[in-house]
């Protein structure tokens, strides 16, 4: 699976977007990437994932370049409850293992 | 459905001792994994399975041992625990088949080995 870097950490207004940004320049064709969160301690938590498109769904938006060397995850109106550690993964669409690095922890201020 | 339920939540261990993390999940999962996570660190992979009585390594198995003789039920062994084992312990759960699809994580058993 392809190796992923993020900043290790970053700071939001309450209300405005968080922007979470993931290198993935040695991803493959048939590679996903995928983001999950963990708030404090909890056990990590699915948000999205994606091949090519940019996607959308309730909890973010997921930006994927064409080249598909970096991604970013987009929370549009940060609440005090997205304070997380985010990690983007990246892995095959057979692979069920998910390699988590560092992720980025993000703080949303009131 | 209550997901993916972890028992206990809490555990201190002594040098040698041994014990068993339960997992149970409810969505009739075939994929279930065991992750250990250290302070201020991302999450390892220990065992996982493909379905019941298959079972394989992970990156860091040594000193654990699993058995999946259920779709349910995926219980963690630590059979001479010591201090390097003292970390958080995640249980997760997946759909099997070839679409990439998502993790069910538990809240985790915090283990301290002292």
């Known amino acids: 699976d392809a190796k992923t870097t993020q900043p290790t950490s970053m700071d939001c207004a309450e209300g405005r977007a968080a922007n979470l940004p993931c290198n993935h320049s040695?991803?493959?064709?048939?590679?996903?990437v995928y983001w999950y969160r963990q708030i404090h301690s909890q056990g990590p938590q699915y948000i999205i994932h994606?091949?090519?498109n940019n996607e959308t769904n309730e909890m973010a938006s997921l930006i994927i370049t064409e080249d598909r060397k970096s991604s970013t995850l987009i929370l549009p109106h940060a609440t005090l409850r997205d304070t997380a550690v985010y990690y983007c993964?990246?892995?095959?669409?057979?692979?069920?293992?998910?390699?988590f690095g560092g992720g980025t922890r993000l703080m949303v201020k009131p | 459905n209550a997901g993916v339920t972890q028992t206990p939540k809490f555990r201190i261990l002594k040098i040698g001792q041994s014990m068993t993390l339960q997992c149970t999940q409810d969505?009739?999962?075939?994929?279930m994994y065991w992750y250990r996570q250290d302070p201020g660190m991302g999450l390892k992979l220990i065992y996982y399975?493909?379905?019941?009585?298959?079972?394989d390594k992970g990156e860091v198995p040594n000193g654990y041992n699993v058995s999946r003789s259920t779709t349910e039920d995926f219980p963690l062994r630590l059979e001479l625990a010591a201090p390097s084992q003292t970390s958080v312990y995640f249980c997760?759960?997946?759909?099997?088949?070839?679409?990439?699809?998502?993790?069910?994580f538990g809240p985790g058993t915090r283990l301290t080995v002292t």
């Open positions: 997760a759960s997946s759909e099997a088949g070839t679409g990439p699809y998502e993790q069910y």
């Open positions: 040695t991803i493959s064709g048939n590679e996903y």
């Open positions: 994606g091949l090519k």
């Open positions: 993964i990246v892995r095959g669409r057979a692979g069920n293992m998910l390699t």
């Open positions: 969505m009739n999962h075939n994929y």
């Open positions: 399975s493909v379905g019941a009585g298959i079972t």
